[in-house]
């Protein structure tokens, strides 16, 4: 009913239905233990748990009999095996000498070694169901916990823990059981089902009746079990002939007599209409094989499990990647499949001469080095190597249906706390995350850094520019590691308290820039010349000014916007959409406003009032402008109204969502500043270098210094700005302090700038000290590296043919 081998390989064990345990060396087949679990004499059923050793025996008097039983295996030289069994002699067709005496028994190993092989049982407190006979029987475990569960021939479902106490003044150790039971209906009819099964954790029994019919019920609460589901696992008349669950007992294993083998797992969908809102589904479907499923062999370390069919075929298949990792035909060659191509497997057969058709039990080695398969007295070995049997194209880059997941997702999570856990590896999460940093990065880098180029090239004075530049590219020698500690520890947690008053500085200092723009324009000429003087200091002063007003503007829009509180709103628990679509589109609605203002009211105006003053017209643009700034305002909230409230498109969910302190926000706002002064540096040069006989042309044709800028020097200059554009994405990309430090490391694909985020870079900085050389895990991390080297050479590549294009039309200025 049940087998298994032990780590080295040495040894088979197996579990009859009738509770008999029986051990074989493999070497030679020969039998050296067979003890019974029990001393009842009525066994009817049993359920062997092959990780922890431990069984349940049903009888015919309705007991369940729980226990555990051991089998210690130790090498000892030659020298050290007692006199007595050395003096054995084999027979002369043995290849190895086997001794047997008392509960132990002595082979050769070879190369002056001895095996030694003990078995003990332990057996605990029956458990009493009734008076009628155990049908079916499993058991699980939750902690320490044994929960049990038993169909009897009453068709009656018993559900129920059983429990040591340790009484600490005697000594004494008692058993204790408690639960509930169940009925069967009438309308399951009235054959019993095939198979019985507990979930992982004992929330749920599984039933399953030969024509494909489960009913799942609801154990959580033992004491009252109740039906959560009923289902059909089967398509049209096939017939289930096999049936197994994978580690943790939570992936249900179903072949049927067409050759279908399928694997099933509870999920928890948001529309499920179970009283536990768990719902039962089809996660994967495997290659079909040649004939009718029939028994089961999971793997207790992975997700790998063989299966045997009736014509005498064996495969080993992984559940998650759907990948056939090695199959074989008795007494034929060997070959396995895997990620890294086709290649012979090695194989060992023993105490197998010629084989029939019908396998009674499949099993992995505790090691995966091993799969064996049993047919009456006779068993089969082969020496199995699959070392990365999970890792497929499929697995790594796309959407992978793990157990218990609602849906196909990419994951990224390499370790846990359980045996039973599966390592997932895609690394689609960590590339978005990679792109996420560089995106919000540049979003905030790219445009002061050019602006500020263009600035100190084309309008600042060269007695201020000789000290904002060195100012600027000392910047950048700056460790990412302070920038990362200052972010994660000091600018984060300053954020999370102030966060309107911040989102507020981006549309108060823009303001306060233009306004002083305007007000100095409607200053008195003699004026202007001694601001044209200090230009510099003007602008910081517009600067502290916005910044101040954002003091008091933040708090303000919080509480007439968004419900008196932005975090809350981020969270969707109150408001609607149209605060935050009218926040983003604001600076679109301001530029199509000014557009507006200068293609069509600025020459209306001209063509209306001709001999206006240049006083006159100062005053009358400052009023546009004021003007334009609250018809973008109203279009901004009149946009988001129609987007939310017309197409039904929230921005919580796509770009906003739940704040968390470390965040894309904060990450691109200080990434932001280390790789300012590296775009800064090479922009300023590559405008610099623009000819001055072009700028001189393109003055005397009467054409404003902004206009020179916009017009000539930047178009020339523009191989360089994008060549300086390129290597500040590359700096952004292969980051790693400053996002290992405030990004959160959560490896998730969402697009909300308030949420963390985990790189290609930092993730490898986390995980490769602690991954087990030249494992999975290992060599997945040396994956993600060359993952972003070739994403950074195809950026390169690309970049330099861009750049190659832009100055080939410099040249022809």
């Known amino acids: 009913m049940a087998f298994g081998v032990d780590e080295s390989v040495s040894v088979l064990w197996g579990v009859s239905r009738t509770g008999i345990l029986s051990v074989w060396e493999l070497a030679q087949g020969r039998m050296v233990h067979q003890i019974p679990l029990s001393e009842s004499e009525n066994i009817v059923c049993a359920t062997v748990d092959a990780r922890r050793r431990s069984f349940v025996l049903g009888t015919q008097d309705g007991k369940l009999l729980p226990g555990s039983f051991t089998i ?37 190993a070879g190369q002056g070694l001895w095996r030694n092989s003990r078995v003990s049982v332990s057996r605990e407190d029956p458990v009493v169901l009734g008076d009628r006979a155990v049908v079916l029987v499993d058991s699980s475990f939750r902690g320490e916990t044994r929960l049990l569960a038993a ?33 069967l209906d009438a309308e399951l009819g009235e054959s019993f089902p095939s198979y019985l099964c507990m979930s992982g954790v004992g929330d749920s029994v599984y039933l399953l009746w030969q024509d494909g019919r489960l009913l799942r019920v609801d154990t959580r609460v033992v004491d009252a079990p109740q039906v959560a589901e009923r289902l059909r696992v089967t398509r049209g008349n096939d017939t289930i002939t096999a049936f197994g669950q994978l580690i943790g007992k939570n992936t249900l294993l179903i072949g049927t007599r067409d050759g279908e083998v399928s694997a099933w797992f509870p999920i928890k969908p948001e529309n499920a209409k179970t009283p536990d809102g768990v719902q039962l589904v089809q996660g994967h479907i495997f290659r079909k094989g040649p004939a009718a499923a029939v028994c089961f062999g999971p793997s207790q370390r992975s997700r790998l499990f063989s299966v045997a069919y009736s014509d005498g075929t064996v495969r080993v298949f992984h559940a998650t990647s759907e990948q056939l990792v090695a199959e074989d035909r008795f007494v034929a060659e060997v070959t396995a499949s895997s990620a890294h191509g086709s290649k012979p497997l090695s194989a060992a057969r023993n105490a197998a001469k010629s084989w029939e058709t019908h396998i009674s039990a499949v099993a992995i080695g505790p090691k995966e080095d091993a799969l064996i398969a049993v047919e009456k007295h006779q068993a089969q070995l082969w020496r199995l190597a699959a070392p990365h049997a999970g890792i497929t194209l499929r697995s790594v880059f796309g959407r992978v249906w793990y157990e218990g997941y609602p849906k196909p997702e990419f994951v990224w999570q390499s370790s846990s706390g359980t045996d039973d856990f599966e390592p997932k590896y895609s690394l689609t999460p960590l590339i978005f995350g990679t792109i996420k940093a560089t995106v919000f990065a540049l979003l905030f880098a ?105 003091n008091y503007a933040g708090p303000l829009a919080e509480k007439a916007f968004f419900h ?52 006159l017209w100062a005053w009358i643009k400052l009023g546009l402008f004021l003007l334009g700034v609250v018809a973008a305002f109203f279009a901004s909230f ?45 922009a300023d040069d590559a405008l610099t270098a623009v000819p001055d006989h072009l700028r001189a042309a393109s003055l005397g044709a009467g054409a404003t ?38 990004a959160g490391n959560t490896p998730i694909m969402d697009w909300n700038i308030f949420s963390g985020f985990r790189t290609l870079s930092a993730n490898i900085a986390v995980e490769l000290p602690e991954a087990v050389q030249y494992s999975t895990h290992y060599r997945m991390l040396f994956l993600a590296g060359l993952c972003l080297f070739v994403i950074t050479f195809i950026v390169n590549t690309v970049a330099e043919l861009v750049r190659l294009r832009f100055r080939k039309k410099a040249f022809q200025l």
Not at 572 to 589: D, M
Request: hydrophobic share 55%; aromatic share 10%.
């Open 151 to 183: 169909l009897t021939e009453d068709r009656v479902l018993h559900v129920g823990t059983s429990e040591k106490k340790l009484n600490f003044l005697t000594g004494e150790e008692t058993v204790t059981f408690s639960g509930g039971s169940l009925e």
């Open 564 to 615: 008196g509180d932005i975090k809350a709103w981020l969270n969707g628990r109150v408001g609607s959409g149209t605060p935050g679509w009218a926040f983003v589109l604001l600076p679109l609605a301001g530029v199509f406003v000014a557009m507006t203002q200068i293609l069509w009211i600025g020459p209306t105006l001209e063509r209306f009032l001709p001999l206006a003053s240049r006083q």
């Open 72 to 108: 210690q295996m130790t090498s000892v030289p030659e020298e050290e095996v007692p006199a007595q069994i050395r003096s054995h002699r084999p027979s002369p067709a043995a290849e190895t000498k086997v001794v047997i005496e008392g509960d132990a028994a002595w082979w050769t």
């Open 446 to 550: 790219v445009p002061l850094a050019f602006l500020a180029a263009v600035y100190t090239s084309e309008v600042l004075h060269k007695s201020v520019r000789a000290y904002v530049k060195p100012s600027l590219e000392l910047m950048a020698g700056l460790p990412s590691v302070v920038l990362g500690f200052l972010a994660a520890l000091v600018f984060a947690p300053w954020v999370e308290t102030r966060l309107p008053q911040v989102l507020a500085v981006f549309y108060t200092v823009p303001f306060a820039l233009l306004l002083g723009g305007h007000v100095l324009r409607v200053l008195p000429r003699s004026w202007q010349f001694v601001a044209a003087r200090y230009r510099f200091w003007t602008i910081l002063v517009a600067c502290a000014l916005g910044i101040a007003l954002a």
């Open 705 to 742: 210094p902004w206009q020179t800028a916009l017009r000539v020097v930047i178009p020339t200059a523009m191989s360089g700005l994008f060549s300086a554009l390129m290597i500040g994405l590359g700096r952004a990309a292969g980051e790693t302090m400053i996002v290992l430090m405030a």
């Open 638 to 682: 009149l946009l988001g109204w129609l987007l939310t409230h017309v197409l039904g498109i929230d921005p919580r969910g796509l770009f906003l969502g739940t704040y968390v302190q470390r965040n894309a926000f904060v990450v691109g706002f200080v990434m932001g500043f280390a790789i300012i002064p590296i775009i800064y540096t090479i």
